[in-house]
């Protein structure tokens, strides 16, 4: 099967010849949701402008469900639904108007219950004759994604969802996202919380200084997380780990006074009494000992930090 | 085409002029009746007759042009300037549409405000002054083809303009002189001859006396001439429409 999303080597500069997207190649799986982590200013809101269509690529192939976003903009245009990252309504317009005005833009017959199941899933209904301006915050963004899936898209690009927005609000985001993936809709969404990637995405994908670092399963870099480290400082040098307490995971470090052993959280016998008590038997002298885990946090901030020089 | 989207827009655009419906329909009627208050009564009691039309009769062509159009470029200046400053343009950039639907939206629903307030400046002009309508077809042409001409300059300025500021400007400082010299409360062989080869410079001298003639059968400059500039003018401002899409001009970064 090929991918929904196919981005290759895109490239942005914007007028001033400031280089936002250095050449971006990722693949998205139809029903896949995928999070893009990355500090302010990394370029997640270019990339997805550019898919979008809000601003025009430098260089680089981007295709929708086969479609070219250039060549056969209107058929990969139709396949998205957008949430922008910023706050962007008709203040005097009605809530329910201002819905239907995105499925007709898109070039959809009116679909009254359909307006209306998009409305109550997101609890606008009871606001809809509301003149935008006078919801707060956290509504307005509601009509947003409103608008987003009045067309039924089957690419959806969520901008920072959820910043600044309640516990409430989030966690309605994260459940109103399950079900689209559910029924096969394929998300993209960028964030500043790693706990939220975490939670709902399949994939994660590390964007710095409008490069891709890292694009790995949310498993594979759960499981990284789940790695842990007991570094063992000993009073005196050694030169080689003793035979006896030889294992896997256990290595030399520092000077040869460092004993690091890395362990999985997660497994059944992990054996830190057994290796102790092997170090004791060996005759060895603890200094000190402390453990350490890697989060996500971490990994990430490892990534960006090699970036920057 | 995405003929959907071109409702949309067009029903977007016309529900915001419903909303205001009572001032679109009030100020018309309001400024028309003093037009004629001050011109019709205070002026024409003066001047009787201009090229054997009755002054309060003759100015009803001029008044209608010039209200059609500051209305049609302000309304379509206005309908996509609005989406530019609050950031709403992002959905007609990401929709499935081609430059020729946002513009037929947009334009429309401006020319079609426009045209309503100069119909209502019509039949409020009725009520004033007796006048014929020699060649009611040519009127209406005359009339759709200004509404739409100038609403499609509107687009143009409103695409262009960085702020509120500019939006106003550009009808204040080159619109209104150009409509007032224009002819619409005189005739230009009213001028000195120098003037009136220099007023001939001025494409609302055109629009004008093709108007007018439709009126009262009489013109300033040949009515073929008045079809073709109005032509010219129209496919001038489509053309710079399709280079604006073309390149993103101001609206694509
Ligand atoms: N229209 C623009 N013109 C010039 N530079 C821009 C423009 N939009 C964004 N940038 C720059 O591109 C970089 C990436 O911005 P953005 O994509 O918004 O990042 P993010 O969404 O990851 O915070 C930033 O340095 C920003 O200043
Ligand atoms: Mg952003």
Redesign the interface.
């Known amino acids: 099967m090929s991918a929904m999303l196919s981005i290759r080597d895109l490239r942005k500069t ?2 001033g010849g400031f280089q936002a997207l250095k050449g971006v190649t990722l693949e998205i799986e139809q029903g896949e949701i995928i999070a893009l982590l990355g500090p302010n200013g990394a370029g997640k809101t270019t990339l997805i402008s550019t898919i ?5 690529p430098t260089a680089g192939e981007v295709t929708v469900g086969g479609h070219d976003i250039l060549r056969d ?6 396949l ?1 639904g ?1 949430v ?1 990252q ?1 706050i ?6 009605r809530v329910l ?1 201002t819905v ?10 009116r679909d009254e219950a359909l307006i209306e199941r998009i409305l109550r899933r997101l609890s606008l209904w009871d606001k809809k004759d509301a003149q935008v301006k006078e919801l707060s915050g956290g509504m307005k963004r509601r009509v947003l994604i409103a ?1 987003a899936l009045a067309h039924e898209p089957r690419v959806l690009f969520l901008d920072e969802p959820t910043a600044g927005v309640d516990v409430e609000l989030r966690k309605d985001m994260w459940d109103i996202v399950a079900e689209l993936k559910a029924d096969g809709v394929t998300i993209i969404l960028t964030t500043h919380y790693i706990e939220e990637a975490e939670a709902i995405a399949d994939r994660i994908g590390v964007i710095n200084r409008g490069e891709l670092l890292l694009v790995e399963q949310t498993s594979a870099l759960m499981s990284r997380l789940g790695k842990k480290q007991i570094e063992v400082q000993l009073s005196a040098a050694i030169s080689a780990i003793p035979p006896t307490l030889a294992r896997p995971g256990l290595s030399l470090a520092g000077e040869g006074d460092v004993l690091v052993f890395e362990y999985d959280t997660q497994a059944e016998r992990i054996g830190l009494t057994g290796l102790l008590n092997a170090i004791a038997a060996a005759g060895l002298v603890l200094r000190d000992v402390n453990t350490r885990q890697s989060s996500l946090e971490e990994i990430f901030v490892d990534l960006v930090s090699e970036e920057t020089p | 085409m ?4 071109i ?3 067009y ?2 655009e016309m ?2 002029f419903f ?1 205001t419906m009572l001032q679109s329909f009030l100020s018309p009627v309001l400024s028309t009746s003093l037009y004629f208050v001050v011109f019709g009564t205070a002026i024409g009691s003066r001047i009787e007759q201009v090229e054997g039309i009755g002054y309060g009769g003759f100015i009803v062509p001029g008044l209608i042009m010039l209200s059609v159009i500051t209305q049609s470029i302000s309304n379509a200046s206005f309908g996509i300037y ?2 530019k400053f ?3 343009i ?9 430059f020729l639907e946002i513009v037929l939206g947009y334009v429309g629903a401006a020319a079609t405000k426009a045209l309503f307030v100069g119909t209502v400046i019509l039949c409020t002009a009725a009520l004033f002054v007796d006048f014929q309508i020699a060649h009611p077809l040519a009127m209406v042409a005359f009339l759709l083809l200004t509404c739409l001409s100038f609403a499609l300059l509107g687009f143009i300025i409103g695409i262009w303009a960085g702020n509120f500021e500019q939006l106003q400007l550009v009808p204040l400082l080159i619109v209104t002189p150009l409509v007032f010299l224009g002819g619409s409360f005189y005739s230009i062989t009213m001028l000195p001859p120098v003037w009136q080869t220099i007023t001939l410079f001025n494409p609302v001298v055109y629009l004008i006396s093709g108007f007018r003639w439709s009126f009262f059968d009489t013109a300033d400059v040949p009515v073929g001439l008045s079809l073709l500039a109005i032509g010219g003018f129209t496919f001038l401002c489509l053309a710079v429409i399709w280079w604006i899409f073309r390149t ?1 001009w101001r609206i ?2």
């Open positions: 914007y007028e979008c269509g809000i601003t025009t903009f209107r058929a990969a245009r139709g998205i957008l922008p910023e962007a309504l008709e203040p005097f317009e108007n239907r005005f995105s499925r007709g833009l898109f070039g959809h017959r608008k | 995405n003929w959907g989207a409702a949309a827009i029903r977007f529900a915001r909303r609005f989406p609050i950031g709403t992002y959905e007609l950039l990401s929709a499935p549409v081609n993103g694509r970064s």
